[in-house]
């Protein structure tokens, strides 16, 4: 009869221990899911319409969802007097990013990792002639703490014309 008893006891110890180790094993992996969707929209990458929209960025967003924000994109004039291009990572940002500026698949500019609130410039008129061009734009996202961690990337046009 003490037997028994104390086998029963072993049991529901048992059971108790499983049960707990199972609520563990659920916790964590909720905890995981979370972890990984909040590191998911932390990667998206929003682009304004405009660079004039840049300069109040997306002030009316009502949703409260992590993103990294870059500059609008819109057609850019420039000339001898003016030759620069801005890669600028907004302030909000809290990632580096880099650029790297390619015009038909030429790398004609790579900048450093820029931290927030910080932006490069390049004279786009001493690497291209006049006229109209079409620049893309390779941006990639770094963590601030670790600089080597990439966090997403993205490719953007820009019409871009050059006058001399």
């Known amino acids: 009869m003490m ?19 199972l609520a563990l094993s659920g916790l964590s992996l ?31 967003q009502q949703d409260e969802e992590a993103y990294t924000e870059l500059m609008g994109f819109g057609c850019l004039d420039v000339d001898t007097n003016s030759p620069f291009i801005y890669l600028i990572n907004p302030s909000d940002n809290e990632v580096y990013l880099s650029f790297d500026v390619l015009y038909e698949g030429r790398s004609l500019y790579k900048s450093d990792l820029i931290a927030p609130g910080k932006m490069e410039q390049f004279d786009i008129c001493s690497v291209l002639d006049a006229g ?4 893309t734009y390779s941006i990639s996202s770094y963590d601030l703490n670790d600089k080597k961690v990439l966090w997403a990337g993205v490719q953007q046009n820009q019409d871009v014309s050059i006058r001399k």
């Open 132 to 135: 109209k061009h079409t620049l």
């Open 3 to 21: 037997k028994e008893k104390r086998q029963s006891k072993i049991t529901i110890i048992v059971i108790i221990l499983c049960l707990i180790l």
């Open 30 to 60: 909720v905890l995981s899911l979370r972890s990984m969707k909040l590191s998911e929209q932390c990667c998206q990458m929003k682009v304004s319409e405009t660079q004039s929209d840049y300069v109040n960025p997306l002030d009316q």
